[in-house]
């Protein structure tokens, strides 16, 4: 204890000055957005190397399971394409061919997932250099997963759909009658779909999709299916608990989604919410 007490004592000015640096830089970076920008790009590449190693040892032993997920991915791809109506079997790709609205998928690996706190995150091995911006959305071969937020070169973080942050136009897949999707934080499985009228016909296990009424998903991405709803207060709208097709604590390979129209149809949408 001693030793300890004389060496602070001996090197106090040095630790002084590296105190007041810290302090110095903390708030820098927080009272400049250039800075913040700049930081969290730099940490994003530091941790994002980090996780991607340990994660490649993980894959390692898990290759097994890997393959069947693909396995199963390319059944359930064959049997699509082999019916006859297939473009109405694959909602979300029929979208991008036949609306007039093209969308460019990229495939990507989770290197890094949270799902116990209040905002989550994941990090995915792809970033600037594969052309990957803000708002991107992200799913995986079962569904809707969340939207890219931060980018470093190599690697970019996404809100998951288990973020108080973000919402997300959802409806009933049978229907046209749409909310926004949220999360209350309670489960990891369960999110919720709110403001859905009173006279749209619900039934639990429905399947409820992405809306395509944002720039962000196309329309027809599987969310996840009613476990529960209620009407709120006034008794004007539902509330739905929707139970995701994700297993959101074990996600692995993701599709980056990009609407190759954005720029065209937001130029188009902002003197009109102006």
Do not use: C
């Not at 396995?71 to 297939?86: G, K, V």
């Amino acid at each position: 204890m001693q030793q300890i007490i004389k060496f602070f004592l001996r090197n106090k000015t040095f630790l002084l000055y590296v105190f007041l640096l810290f302090i110095a830089v903390v708030f820098t970076i927080q009272s400049h957005s250039y800075h913040k920008s700049k930081f969290i790009n730099s940490a994003n590449y530091v941790t994002g190397g980090i996780y991607n190693s340990v994660n490649n040892l993980s894959l390692y032993f898990n290759l097994e399971s890997q393959n069947l997920l693909l396995q199963e991915e390319n059944a359930r791809l064959h049997s699509l394409l082999s019916t006859p109506n297939y473009s109405t079997s694959l909602s979300f790709i029929s979208d991008s061919i036949y609306s007039g609205i093209s969308y460019k998928f990229t495939p990507a690996q989770v290197i890094k997932n949270s799902y116990s706190v209040k905002n989550n995150i994941l990090l995915i091995n792809r970033g600037k250099r594969d052309s990957i911006k803000q708002d991107f959305g992200v799913i995986t071969p079962k569904g809707l997963l969340g939207i890219v937020d931060q980018r470093s070169n190599k690697f970019a973080t996404v809100l998951s759909i288990l973020n108080t942050n973000i919402k997300i136009s959802a409806q009933l897949k049978n229907t046209n009658h749409f909310g926004s999707l949220m999360w209350d934080t309670k489960s990891p499985q369960v999110v919720q779909l709110n403001e859905i009228s009173k006279i749209a016909p619900l039934k639990k296990g429905d399947t409820i999709v992405t809306s395509g009424r944002s720039v962000i998903f196309p329309k027809g991405i599987p969310v996840g299916t009613i476990q529960d709803f209620r009407l709120d207060s006034a008794e004007n709208f539902y509330t739905i608990d929707v139970k995701l097709f994700n297993d959101m604590t074990n996600i692995e390979y993701v599709y980056i989604i990009e609407n190759v129209d954005k720029t065209e149809i937001n130029s188009l949408l902002k003197p009109s919410n102006e």
